[in-house]
């Protein structure tokens, strides 16, 4: 049996080498809005707990979906590679993709700052995506690692929108390489896990915070194949079934935010994956505040 963990939106928090000149335009509010609203939602001390319960499980892989950061600044990525120092995983068993926070302003990236900090959790074990991340970040993506049974393909939802929303988009450059690789021989006969930030299905409403092109990634999945789309974006636990190829569906599991400190429905968890004998069951494992730890509140075969 192969163990998938899936953590998402951490949010970590950091203002190591933060000059005033950083804080500027969407920056600006977002910043606003951390002192005010965010830290009060999102607390360290529970990413440290689940850090804690992370390494009592072991799972033989870790997939992080995005929003490690707030504001898309080194500080904040510095503190999420501490964090992932400390589970003692070595990079080839943690793969990482952005959120639409770590693409918060257009220069971040430009410079692709994201991927050259992150790299190591991005190499590629099949080719189909660009290597070079100057120039156009998303043109690495999609990658795809395989790992015992799994195939984990990157995707990349997350734009500099230039505005105050929240919403994603895969692009058409892109699309069509994951159509490919999801297609290749070496993939295809995998577990194949599609990682992506934004839900490819709408639960919540509001196109400024949605993925727009989901109807096209949908499409693609249809025609191409997948066992498994994992998400973040929406800060709880969501699901449902796309339609793939030969009448099969194709399971899309959202998990709640790694630090939110809300109701016990929302609050601080992440997500195991036993893969095995043809089957796969969630295992869902959150913050219990009445006895300040982690147990396991959810386990339901998917597939």
Known sequence: MFRLAHVTDPHFRGFDGLTL??????????????????????????????????????????????????????GEWRAALRWLEQQGAAPSTVTVIPGNHDAYVAEVVRAGAFEKLFGQFQTADVDGAAAAVDGDARA?????????????????????????????????????????????????????????????????????????????????????????????????????????????????????????????ERRSRYNIYEIGDGAITLVTRAHVEAKDRFEEVRRAKIA
Not at 41 to 67: F, I, N, S, V, Y
Not at 149 to 167: E, F, H, K, M, R
Not at 192 to 213: A, C, I, S, Y
Request: net charge positive.
């Open 21 to 74: 000149g950083a804080l500027a335009g969407k920056r600006a509010i977002g910043f606003i809005n951390l002192a005010v609203n965010r830290r009060r939602h999102h607390k360290t001390e529970l990413l440290a707990a689940l850090g804690e319960d992370l390494r009592a499980e072991a799972p033989d892989h870790l997939a992080l979906t995005g929003d490690l950061s707030n504001l898309s600044l080194e």
């Open 140 to 264: 690495r993506y999609p990658f795809v690692r395989l790992r015992g049974p799994l195939a984990l393909i990157g995707v990349n939802s997350c734009v500099a929108t230039g505005d105050l929303g929240a919403w994603g988009e895969v692009g058409a450059a892109q699309l069509q390489r994951l159509e490919s690789v999801l297609a290749r021989v070496e993939v295809a006969r995998c577990v194949r896990v599609v990682l992506v930030h934004h839900p490819p299905v709408l639960h919540k409403g509001g196109e400024h915070r949605n993925l727009r092109d989901r109807a096209a990634l949908t499409a693609v999945l249809a025609r191409a194949g997948a066992d498994l789309v994992l998400h973040g974006h929406d800060h709880r636990d969501e699901s449902a079934v796309l339609d793939g190829p030969w009448g099969r569906g194709i399971a899309v599991i959202g998990a709640g935010s790694a630090s939110y400190a809300g109701a016990p």
